[in-house]
């Protein structure tokens, strides 16, 4: 009987990861920004067999490409594959069920569609909701930078997470009320008129959504810390401004979203960005820079865990071989990366990348590309050899 035929992996990416190479898989080299080039031409081109029993992972630096989500979703339509969702963040696939999106009530119920509204409003006893869309990340942030906030409630947010982490405080300092929920000091308590201390997960009940969408609720660990839950703290900013949630516990939030469901009727549409003409080219001296973030990294989850923090990888600039030589990068040599926001400098390694491309951590070791250069991937960055 004849062996079965190993599935084909294949990851659209600007090098070998450490996770493609354990599973074997095959790098289509990408510089980043020509990700929908690369999607669209695996469905040309004939050599991914994919079809209904194939399956399409995206993540977050995907949503980053613009027309990148729509690529994958065609190449799905096109194939029959199935298209999953890997968030970063433990809470994003909850937040999503939430109707955390601005184009989303809970259970996945568009916004724009009036049988969904009639559903929410039902439940929540209104007798009618907005048909128009929420505010994103970066809409709240400008707003609150042009002065059409009079106040502004923040949770567990960390400013280095957004794409220009300057803009993002400038924005916090210009809101006339900004309430803060932390569990530790931050740039946001910081700047906060009130700061309101919420309980961590081992202090409180509740539950996350994996990425297949599983509920896994979870029990309170300790019990005698008396910190407020978040919810409980969101519950009474409610009703000190308005009519309230409806609910102050864990049990009453999770019956009113068992009460709602899940929608069953049409879902909201996807993303339809048509992809940049070209993605950006560096010229002499410079190079489009390429990252993710490691496992563990900088973030705010190693903060006083210096034994954790040392498990992390260090952080090393990554270039071509051909890119090494055009610079002159000697064997331990290192990289500097500079924008007119700041340089950074870091050691230096060939990698199987594409020439004029610089692959490095977000924000590992001390460096944050968002922070320090104002940058992320597909951006373009002056780049120069330094000494070992």
């Known amino acids: 009987m004849p062996s079965p035929v190993p599935p084909t992996r294949r990851s659209v990416a600007p090098l070998t990861s450490r996770g493609l190479g354990k599973l074997d898989g095959v790098l289509v080299r990408t510089t980043p920004g020509d990700e929908p080039a690369a999607i669209t031409a695996l469905a040309d081109n004939g050599e991914l067999a994919l079809d209904s029993g194939g399956l399409i992972l995206v993540g977050e630096r995907l949503a980053a490409v613009p027309g990148a989500l729509t690529a994958a979703l065609r190449l799905a339509g096109r194939t029959g594959a199935r298209v999953a969702w890997i968030p970063r963040r433990a809470g994003e696939r909850g937040a999503l069920e939430s109707g955390c999106l601005p184009g989303l009530l809970p259970g996945g119920r568009p916004v724009g569609d009036a049988g969904a509204r009639?559903?929410?409003?039902?439940?929540?006893?209104?007798?009618?909701?907005?048909?128009?869309?929420?505010?994103?990340?970066?809409?709240?942030?400008?707003?609150?930078?042009?002065?059409?906030?009079?106040?502004?409630?923040?949770?567990?947010?960390?400013?280095?997470?957004?794409?220009?982490?300057?803009?993002?405080?400038?924005?916090?300092?210009?809101?006339?009320?900004?309430?803060?929920?932390?569990?530790?000091?931050?740039?946001?308590?910081?700047?906060?008129?009130?700061?309101?201390?919420?309980?961590?997960?081992?202090?409180?009940?509740?539950?996350?959504?994996?990425?297949?969408?599983?509920?896994?609720?979870?029990?309170?660990?300790?019990?005698?810390?008396?910190?407020?839950?978040?919810?409980?703290?969101?519950?009474?900013?409610?009703?000190?401004?308005?009519?309230?949630?409806?609910?102050?516990?864990?049990?009453?939030?999770?019956?009113?979203?068992?009460?709602?469901?899940?929608?069953?009727?049409?879902?909201?549409?996807?993303?339809?960005?048509?992809?940049?003409?070209?993605?950006?080219?560096?010229?002499?001296?410079?190079a489009v820079l390429a990252g993710w973030r490691l496992l563990i990294d900088g973030g705010r989850m190693q903060d006083g865990d210096r034994y954790l923090a040392a498990t992390g990888r260090a952080a090393v600039a990554l270039v071509s071989a051909t890119t090494a030589a055009a610079l002159g990068l000697s064997p331990g040599g290192s990289l500097a990366l500079s924008t007119e926001r700041g340089t950074l400098s870091m050691p230096a390694a060939v990698a199987d990348l594409p020439d004029d491309v610089v692959w490095a951590p977000l924000n590992s070791g001390g460096i944050s590309l968002h922070r320090q250069l104002g940058a992320g991937p597909g951006d373009v960055v002056r780049i120069e050899a330094g000494m070992p």
Do not use: Y
């Open 118 to 286: 009639v559903d929410v409003a039902t439940a929540w006893g209104a007798s009618s909701l907005p048909s128009q869309a929420g505010r994103s990340t970066g809409q709240i942030l400008a707003a609150a930078a042009a002065g059409d906030l009079h106040a502004l409630v923040v949770g567990g947010v960390e400013p280095a997470d957004v794409p220009d982490p300057q803009a993002a405080l400038t924005a916090l300092d210009s809101v006339p009320f900004l309430v803060s929920l932390e569990i530790r000091a931050s740039e946001v308590s910081e700047r906060a008129d009130v700061v309101l201390p919420v309980a961590p997960a081992a202090e409180k009940a509740g539950s996350f959504v994996d990425w297949e969408g599983r509920v896994r609720p979870f029990d309170n660990v300790l019990h005698t810390t008396g910190v407020l839950p978040d919810l409980r703290v969101l519950a009474g900013i409610a009703e000190e401004t308005g009519p309230g949630l409806g609910f102050r516990t864990v049990e009453g939030a999770r019956a009113e979203m068992v009460e709602l469901g899940p929608w069953d009727g049409e879902r909201a549409g996807g993303p339809d960005v048509e992809p940049e003409s070209r993605a950006r080219r560096a010229g002499p001296g410079e």
